[in-house]
């Protein structure tokens, strides 16, 4: 059986990656891949009620972080794992470079704590690709403002997402190999040419 691939979207919130994840998910199930597309913290029954809590409930920064892995840990038992053994195609809108970039970049949780969670919860599983979708905060910003109700990170302050922002692109500067980094200030069809061939070369 082909094997399946898990593919990652990340960004700072308003950047616009979840715009993009129903046409990737297109590209591939137009070739006949099966593809699972689902979305982290969620996911699993008991994904989506931690994000519940984690989106809009205070909490101590270690709380957080350890919440963000616990809904991790039942998504990759429930959703990820079981479908990628299946030769499925999982595509996941946020993973674990998001949990360096908020909790670590953006509050400040030491890095050897979330390399700990790491290696606790998903010692050996990678991404074979993430998609770091980039923008200035002030883009980001506007294309939030013309949303709905902010949650509780989007009512962050423009420090909370530089330091994010930094942190997502320190990673990518670390993994170059799984990283492809999307300049979103695009226009929307531009960036899904520039999608569809990085997805027709997977
Ligand atoms: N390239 C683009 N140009 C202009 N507007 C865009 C672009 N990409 C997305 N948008 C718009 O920006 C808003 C936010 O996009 P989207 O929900 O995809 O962002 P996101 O990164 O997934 O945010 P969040 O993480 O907060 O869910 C939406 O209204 C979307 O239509
Ligand atoms: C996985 C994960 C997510 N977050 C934050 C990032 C976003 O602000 C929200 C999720 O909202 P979205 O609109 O679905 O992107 O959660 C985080 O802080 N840490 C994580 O590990």
Do not use: C
């Not at 972080?65 to 999982?90: C, K, N, T, Y």
């Not at 002030?138 to 009512?155: I, W």
């Amino acid at each position: 059986m082909a094997s399946g691939k898990f593919i990652t979207f990340e960004g700072i919130d308003g950047a616009g990656k979840s715009t993009h994840i129903a046409f990737v998910a297109e590209q591939l199930r137009a070739r006949g891949l099966t593809v699972v597309a689902t979305r982290e913290p969620g996911g699993t029954e008991l994904g989506e009620k931690l994000r519940e809590l984690l989106l809009h409930q205070k909490m101590h920064l270690e709380t957080e972080a350890l919440l963000m892995f616990a809904s991790r840990r039942e998504h990759l038992a429930q959703v990820i794992e079981p479908a990628l053994a299946r030769g499925d195609w999982v595509i996941s809108d946020r993973f674990t470079d998001a949990s360096f970039a908020y909790q670590g970049g953006g509050r400040k949780l030491s890095l050897d704590k979330l390399d700990a969670l790491e290696q606790w919860v998903h010692p050996h599983l990678q991404p074979d690709l993430t998609l770091l979708f980039d923008v200035p905060l002030e883009v980001a910003r506007a294309r939030l403002d013309a949303e709905r109700t902010p949650d509780k990170f989007e009512q962050e302050k423009a420090n909370f997402f530089a330091a994010t922002r930094a942190e997502y692109l320190r990673r990518a500067a670390e993994f170059p190999a799984r990283f492809r980094i999307i300049d979103s200030t695009r226009p929307i069809p531009e960036i899904r040419e520039e999608l569809r061939g990085i997805v027709a070369a997977l």
